[in-house]
């Protein structure tokens, strides 16, 4: 069975700070990659994700993620977060021909003006 | 647009009763996903709609859950004889046409507490 790790629960920064959150998976093969995101008294919504082409993504708000195969890792960057960045984040993998999502159990991002 | 929406935001029930959630996904999306979040833990999977084929219910904890959605509109979760491990948000989700790479866009959730 899959899963998904994200082994930053809580992560607490300053504002400026650069951002790197882990996302591993355990699955063999081709994957697809997400990073959602939920601001505070908002729905989960997409960040960027990833599924064939450049491993390097780019996504809203100045956030990319890059994908390693070798590494079965998809881990989330910002090089400068603001106070806006605070919300909870999650990394979710799908294998292809597979419809149903697994989810990391999220990140909490804190960032103190 | 209108995206997703999901009623009634806040659940309060007795053990043993039966609750009822809806999901209103976007117009549109022939897919449909309903997970749970239990506090301090990722999205659990529950079942999944996909316009008219059968829907994917290996995520269901326990026969006391089921869910219904009418065509490619309105889903509901049911939940029976309610125990306390069922407090948890209640996430719905909806997706253009359900692919592996699709984007999901999720409602705000139904927050159930069993008490």
């Known amino acids: 069975a899959q899963s998904v790790s994200q082994h930053n629960h809580h992560v607490i920064l300053s504002e400026a700070a650069s951002l790197e959150l882990g996302c591993n998976y355990s699955y063999g093969g081709t994957v697809n990659l997400f990073w959602y995101v939920q601001y505070p008294g908002q729905h989960l919504q997409l960040l960027l994700k990833?599924?064939?082409?450049?491993?390097l993504v780019k996504g809203i708000k100045g956030f990319e993620a890059e994908f390693i195969k070798s590494k079965f890792s998809f881990n989330l960057r910002k090089p400068s977060v603001q106070w806006s960045d605070t919300a909870e984040y999650f990394c979710?993998?799908?294998?292809?021909?597979?419809?149903?999502?697994?989810f990391g159990r999220g990140t909490s991002l804190i960032v103190h003006p | 647009g209108a995206g997703v929406s999901q009623s009634p935001s806040n659940k309060v029930t007795e053990k043993g009763k039966d609750v009822e959630l809806r999901c209103d996904p976007i117009s549109g999306h022939t897919a449909l996903y309903w997970y749970r979040q239990r506090l301090g833990q990722g999205l659990e999977f529950l079942i999944y709609?996909?316009?008219?084929?059968?829907?994917?219910k290996s995520g269901l904890p326990s026969d006391r859950f089921s869910a219904e959605r009418t065509g490619e509109s309105v889903s509901t979760l049911t939940i029976q004889r309610t125990q306390q491990e069922d407090s948890a948000v209640y996430l719905c989700?909806?997706?253009?046409?359900?692919?592996?790479?699709?984007?999901?866009?999720f409602g705000p959730g139904t927050r159930l507490t069993v008490l």
């Open positions: 989700a909806s997706s253009l046409d359900g692919g592996g790479t699709d984007t999901q866009y």
């Open positions: 979710a993998v799908n294998a292809p021909r597979s419809y149903i999502p697994t």
């Open positions: 709609f996909q316009g008219n084929s059968a829907p994917d």
């Open positions: 990833y599924f064939s082409g450049d491993p």
